[in-house]
T-cell receptor
Framework: ETGVTQSPTHLIKTRGQQVTLRCSSQ?????VSWYQQALGQGPQFIFQ???????GRGNFPPRFSGLQFPNYSSELNVNALELDDSALYLC??????????????FGPGTRLTVL | DQQVKQNSPSLSVQEGRISILNCDYT??????FLWYKKYPAEGPTFLIS?????DKNEDGRFTVFLNKSAKHLSLHIVPSQPGDSAVYFC????????????FGTGTRLTIIP
């Protein structure tokens, strides 16, 4: 069973550029959530995708967008990068939406630095 | 608006003793609480959870206590082991149908051999 993988591991961009981060969900999972973890903070929910549809969004501007593909892998796109976008971006996969099992499996993250 | 708070950024405990990590929340609509453990260069790993209808859940060395009236939960690790050294995040969930988790800022636990 393959766990959640993310690419790239590290990325350096300059202000104003665009970036795409990728996530492969754990085998059998159909839900992907993205989180931003700034230095010294806990992860902040960006949005979630369930069966290729966005299902919930946190307090992030529209320049943060995403996709989920038929194989349930996902992309996070950020346009017009700002210095404050520098953070660790975590992807988490799970199966389904409801029920008592709220366990989400996290990937190792992508460290984005905006200069 | 920090709805989930972990007021202790760090904690050091002697190996074999009990580690107690605390978490406070403000949103009474949260229906499920979770603890995650994070090692450097890895994603958070689920540790233990508790439903808002319970006040205690135990799994091996880990026990989570929930005090709804005080909007407070704690994670007890006993006995503490060197491998427990990590950052621990408290997280909360509300509403079935949306798996959004609201995380605290984390507590770095160091177990001293």
């Amino acid at each position: 069973e393959t766990g959640v993988t993310q690419s790239p591991t590290h990325l350096i961009k300059t202000r104003g550029q665009q970036v795409t981060l990728r996530c492969s969900s754990q085998s059998g999972h159909n839900t992907v959530s993205w989180y931003q973890q700034a230095l010294g903070q806990g992860p902040q929910f960006i949005f979630q995708y369930y069966r290729e549809e966005e299902n919930g969004r946190g307090n992030f501007p529209p320049r943060f967008s995403g996709l989920q593909f038929p194989n349930y892998s996902s992309e996070l796109n950020v346009n017009a990068l700002e210095l404050d976008d520098s953070a660790l971006y975590l992807c988490a996969s799970s199966f389904g939406l409801a029920g008592p099992n709220h366990e989400q499996f996290f990937g190792p993250g992508t460290r984005l630095t905006v200069l | 608006d920090q709805q989930v708070k972990q007021n202790s950024p760090s904690l050091s405990v002697q190996e074999g003793r009990i580690s107690i990590l605390n978490c406070d929340y403000t949103n009474s609509m949260f229906d499920y609480f979770l603890w995650y453990k994070k090692y450097p260069a890895e994603g958070p790993t689920f540790l233990i959870s508790i439903s808002s209808i319970k006040d205690k859940n135990e799994d091996g060395r880990f026990t989570v206590f929930l005090n709804k009236s005080a909007k407070h939960l704690s994670l007890h690790i006993v006995p503490s082991q060197p491998g427990d050294s990590a950052v621990y995040f408290c997280a909360a969930h509300r509403n079935f149908g949306n798996e959004k988790l609201t995380f605290g800022t984390g507590t770095r636990l160091t177990i001293i051999p």
